[in-house]
Nanobody, 125 residues
């Protein structure tokens, strides 16, 4: 069982930045493949970024590539999402998620076993 708690969301102007954090409970955090997803009103939850258990590989949606950076600190049981050059279309609730590594696509929300409650990010124009 893993409990995930996101923080760091808020209101920011276009071009600004935010850093989201996701703190995980449990002693097996380093086993999990971690992802960030987002969901805007009236839209489906979409993949944003993901990172392997040791941080050796990272993956990004095309819409955030070059602007967002995912990282993790296994000693602190935390995964981060640094978001730069924010755009109004980045406005959404952001969720972190954890899964045991598998062959299922990391872009698929259904492949994740645990989810946080989400944190709101609002980017004004």
């Amino acid at each position: 069982q893993v409990l995930l708690v996101e923080s760091g969301g808020g209101l920011v102007q276009a071009g600004g930045f935010l850093r989201l954090s996701c703190a995980a409970s449990g002693r097996t955090f380093s086993r999990y493949f971690m992802g960030w997803f987002r969901q805007a009103p009236g839209k489906e939850r979409e993949f944003v970024a993901a990172i392997t258990w040791n941080g050796g590989s990272t993956y990004y949606a095309d819409s955030v590539k070059g602007r967002f950076t995912i990282s993790r600190d296994n000693a602190k049981n935390t995964v981060y999402l640094q978001m730069n050059s924010l755009k109004p279309e980045d406005t959404a609730v952001y969720y972190c998620a954890a899964r045991i590594p598998s062959s299922t696509s990391y872009k698929y929300a259904g492949a994740y076993d645990y989810w946080g409650q989400g944190t709101q990010v609002t980017v004004s124009s």
